[in-house]
C-alpha cells in the first residue's frame, strides 16, 4: 500500500522560505509522476509544481521562480522548497503521486494523496 507523508509546514513571515518534505512509501517500481496541490480557504485546489521519475519539473505560474520541487530517489522523499514566501501562499500542501508517464503527470488523476501540511505566511 501506497502512503505518502508530508512534514515541514509551519508559519512563517513574508519573504522567508520553508522546505516540504514527502516521504513515500510502498511504491513500486516503474515511470511515477508525484508533485504538490496546495487549498487555501475559500479557494479552489491548485496545482503548484510536478516531477516525474527523470527529474522533469514544471511549475505553476503563481510559483515559478520562487519554488523548486526536487527528489531524492534513494530515499523516496519529493521536496518542494518554497522561497519569497508570500501570504497568497498560504494554504494546505499535499503531496500527490501517481504511474504516469511525463506526458501525463500533472494531467491524469492523481492516485495517491498524503494527509497535508499547512503552512501560513504573515
Known amino acids: 500500500q501506497v502512503q505518502l507523508v508530508e512534514s515541514g509546514g509551519g508559519p512563517v513571515q513574508a519573504g522567508e522560505s520553508l522546505r516540504l518534505s514527502c516521504k513515500t512509501s510502498g511504491y513500486t517500481a516503474g515511470r511515477y509522476c508525484m508533485g504538490w496541490f496546495r487549498q487555501a480557504p475559500g479557494k479552489e485546489r491548485e496545482g503548484v509544481a510536478v516531477i516525474d521519475s527523470d527529474g522533469l519539473a514544471k511549475y505553476a505560474d503563481s510559483v515559478n521562480g520562487r519554488f523548486n520541487i526536487t527528489k531524492d530517489g534513494g530515499r523516496k522523499i519529493v521536496y518542494l522548497q518554497m522561497n519569497s514566501l508570500r501570504p497568497d501562499d498560504t494554504a494546505v500542501y499535499y503531496c500527490?503521486?501517481?504511474?504516469?508517464?511525463?506526458?501525463?503527470?500533472?494531467?491524469?488523476?492523481?492516485?495517491?494523496w498524503g494527509q497535508g501540511t499547512q503552512v501560513t505566511v504573515s
Open positions: 500527490v503521486a501517481a504511474h504516469v508517464t511525463w506526458a501525463q503527470c500533472g494531467k491524469a488523476p492523481w492516485e495517491y
